[in-house]
């Protein structure tokens, strides 16, 4: 029997003759308590400051609520968090626990909170290089791509004797009449065609392109910039570029060649191609249908395009035979015969490449980097960098707060609904601010290990 009238408390089926009701009045709960050791990763590392840095800001101090610091704080923990749209901040910008990473727990002004709202954060992403009247808030893109790589050299304790900068190009689907958008035949879709630079899991580097262009577009830039700030850090490091057969044009090999960088790229197939392996395809036929196994042959030889190539390269063919058919593979390689063999080039290097497509698929599924639904390339361009820094700030707490746990290979997506989406409850008082924390958590002592490393490197 229903005991009380209030139209706030909602009655549910009982359990063992006791009435199940809840309401809305448990008082300042964070779904996110999770989103601290974001916080303490960021103290590790410095990416919000160093990123906020990477802005100039000419509004009235006077008159202003929100620093640039907290909003850039602000868009990059939220997409953390799972939060792709700015209209989340609406809500957002009263939770406890963004207060807290932004350092301020109390707007200045009664009409506002602590953190911005979605109208506040779009007038960021609409900055420009130069501020304007109505802007007042520029970026300098530059020095956002600068970070990127400093950010990746300062990982490292020491200079690594090689690293291998995976590129790729993806697409990034358009549902609107955004500036830029083209129908892109092979993704059948108005799409743009970012680039992205990673070396393992860390990022370096995230371009947005048309997509009217070739895959390859822009990369020698993009390389040659790269390279340059590596070897400032890392003289002696070498450097092996991998990427697949739509980076195979002259222009980037002979940059790499002229400039000491290795390279090991996908060739697309063709006649002249295909009529190299005969033999070694006919063998590997016979043995798949001797054995009823898969079979393959490696040949190893030189060859250059009719045209469009300025010299002859090293060429490793992958004669396979399986599940009845034919199954030939190509790539181009700077790698000397006397360095690497043609099957452990195939199978121990260029194959490798194909986790970068498990790092791209974080980005844009767990880091909303394709969420570029802003009127402008600049805009867009400018989410892309957000959603970026987010995920290179949950790398940080993979690689420095949960090395050696059982989420040190987990995904961005893992990560965050184990040990970020936390409830708790939050309490304010003159002396302290206390998450108290679901205590049936499962992963607790994940957490309190990534706490303890965190605050020790934070040292």
Known sequence: MQTECNSDLFEFAPVER?????????????????????????????LIDRFAGCFVD?????????????????????????????????HLRRDRLFAVLAGKLSARRQDCAPVAGKSTLNRLELSRAEATRYHK?????????????ELFVEA???????????????????????????????????????????????????KLRRADIDASAGSVEEVERIVEQLRAHWPRVRILLR?????????????????????????ARNERLAAEI??????????????????????????????SWSRRRRVIAKAEWTRGEANPRFVVTSLRRDEVKARALYEKIYCARGDMENRIKECQADMFSDRTASATMRANQLRLWCASMAYVLLCALRRIGLRHTRFAKASCGSIRLALLKIG?????SCRRVKFAMASGCPWRDDFRTAHARLTAAAR
Request: net charge negative; aromatic share 10%.
């Open 58 to 90: 000419r509004r009235n101090p006077a008159l202003i609520e929100h620093e640039v610091r907290t909003l850039v704080g602000q868009r990059v923990y939220g997409l953390a968090l799972g939060y792709e749209d700015l209209n989340d901040h609406d």
């Open 156 to 206: 490292h304790k020491r200079p690594p004797a090689q690293v291998v900068l995976d590129l790729d190009a993806t697409d990034d689907p358009l549902h609107g009449h955004q500036e830029g958008r083209f129908f892109h035949g092979y993704y059948d879709g108005y799409c743009y065609l970012p680039l992205y630079v990673f070396c393992g899991r860390h990022l370096l580097a995230a």
């Open 243 to 267: 990427a697949d057969s739509g980076f195979a044009r002259d222009r980037l090999m002979a940059w790499c060649e002229a400039n000491d960088v290795d390279y090991v790229f996908g060739l």
């Open 424 to 428: 708790a409850l939050v309490t304010i």
């Open 278 to 307: 005969e033999a070694e395809l006919a063998a590997a036929q016979a043995q798949s249908r001797r054995t009823g196994r898969p079979a393959r042959r490696f040949k190893d030889f030189q060859w250059t395009t009719r045209e």
């Open 137 to 149: 808030i520029s970026h300098d893109p530059a020095a956002i791509e600068r970070l990127f790589v």
């Open 18 to 46: 006791r009435p199940v009701v809840a309401s809305f009045d448990g008082g300042s709960i964070t779904t996110d308590a999770g989103g601290l050791l974001l916080g303490a990763t960021d103290r590790t590392i410095g």
